[in-house]
């Protein structure tokens, strides 16, 4: 009976050494590099940095001249930033979410989280956008009656109609400055004023803030052989989004400070993630390869997937290209062209580098 006991002791004690050793030879083929990870703190810093200097140095569109080679290029390049935000929300993001919940066992009760989480993140960031154009037109809505009543007053001497206030609530939208009718009242059109592009960079830059944070901190998790290909992922991706976002910030026309704030949000934010991610792979209780730390990671990349693709899709490739009303009724097919173009190369250059990252 003693030797019996003796040897499933022993039998216990060789099979933990044997497992220590698997995991020992697995961090060896596999370490966690914790020089790497603070360099990469840096690197994406820098390429956000370069980008949005790069998109302030371009100006914005409207600043161009529609036949120059200037507002091609920067056409261009607002594409690629597109294709490459699209494409890391559905292959960098979306697409490698799969792994850590088969890691983790939990697409064995439903193999589609990374959709599910996925659709999440696009519908919080619908409501959201609903929430702000909500605000916005109703506002522009109240304004317009506000201001042909006003019209209405000084034409009739205090009787106001309301024929006048719709005609005006339905007037087409434009940012050119208002028309000063007889009465030397301005009448002021509906349209996605000055105030409403700013409410929209804030919200976007929001947005952006949020999965970049979680971006990072998933970055900041990744051992040596993921963290390379990842860093130059997050580095193509960092630059051309920044590039789009400071085109935003240019057409909501901010002051100094705010876009030097706005700037600097994005900027560090992701690098803030990847510190985040540093001090919890190296604290005490974390193991990157249990059930708990696969599901995180796969909801994280999920839902950061869904915020960027709705961003992308809806935001972007579809107010820039799609509707745009310059792109539309635009003489020539050049400007369209060289927009979708940029989108496609976008999309490509980050799938090309989705084969190692």
């Given amino acids: 009976m003693a030797r019996t006991v003796l040897q499933a002791t022993e039998d216990i ?9 698997k995991e020992l030879d697995a961090y060896e083929e596999d370490p966690y590099d914790l020089g790497l990870q603070i360099g990469g703190v840096f690197i994406i810093m820098a390429a956000s940095i370069a980008g949005m200097g790069t998109s302030y140095l ?18 261009l390049m607002r594409g690629v930033g597109v294709g490459v935000i699209i ?27 990374p959709m599910v989480f996925a659709m999440i993140g ?4 619908a409501i959201l956008e609903y929430i702000h ?14 201001r042909a009543g006003e019209v209405e007053m000084a034409k009739s001497g205090g009787k106001t109609s309301k024929s ?59 051992t040596k052989s993921v963290w390379i290909p990842l860093v ?26 705010k876009k030097f704030a706005m700037t600097a949000f994005y900027s560090l934010t992701t690098s803030v993630g990847i510190v985040i991610g540093i001090c919890t792979y190296t604290g005490e209780g974390y193991d990157g390869q249990s059930k708990g730390a696969n599901i995180t990671i796969g909801i994280i990349d999920s839902i950061c997937g869904g915020l960027l693709l709705y961003t992308g899709m809806s935001v972007f490739w579809t107010e ?32 090309v580098i989705g084969i190692w990252a």
């Fill in 13 to 21: 004690m060789e099979a933990a050494l044997n497992q220590t050793e």
């Fill in 58 to 75: 371009f100006g914005s569109d409207a600043d161009c001249d529609r036949k120059s080679a200037l507002y091609l290029i920067l056409t």
């Fill in 87 to 113: 494409c890391t929300a559905l292959i960098h993001l979306i697409g490698e979410a799969f792994l850590p919940f088969e890691l983790s066992g939990f697409d064995e009760l439903y193999p589609a989280w």
């Fill in 122 to 125: 696009m519908f919080a960031m």
């Fill in 133 to 146: 154009h909500r605000l916005e037109m109703r506002s522009r809505v109240l304004f317009a009656s506000e």
């Fill in 164 to 222: 006048s206030a719709l005609e005006v609530t339905e007037n087409p939208v434009a940012d050119e400055p208002a028309d000063l009718d007889k009465s030397g009242i301005v009448d002021q059109p509906i349209s996605k004023s000055l105030a409403a592009k700013q409410r929209s960079a804030i919200l976007v830059e929001a947005s952006i803030l949020i999965h970049s944070v979680l971006i990072g901190f998933d970055m900041g998790l990744q």
């Fill in 232 to 257: 130059i992922a997050i580095s193509f991706h960092q630059f051309f989004e920044g590039f789009a976002v400071a085109q935003i910030l240019l057409d909501a026309k901010f002051g100094f400070w």
């Fill in 320 to 351: 820039w290209f799609v509707v745009n009303p310059e792109m539309c009724l635009s003489d020539s097919l050049t400007p369209p062209t060289m927009g979708f173009l940029g989108v496609f190369l976008g999309m490509l250059i980050m799938s």
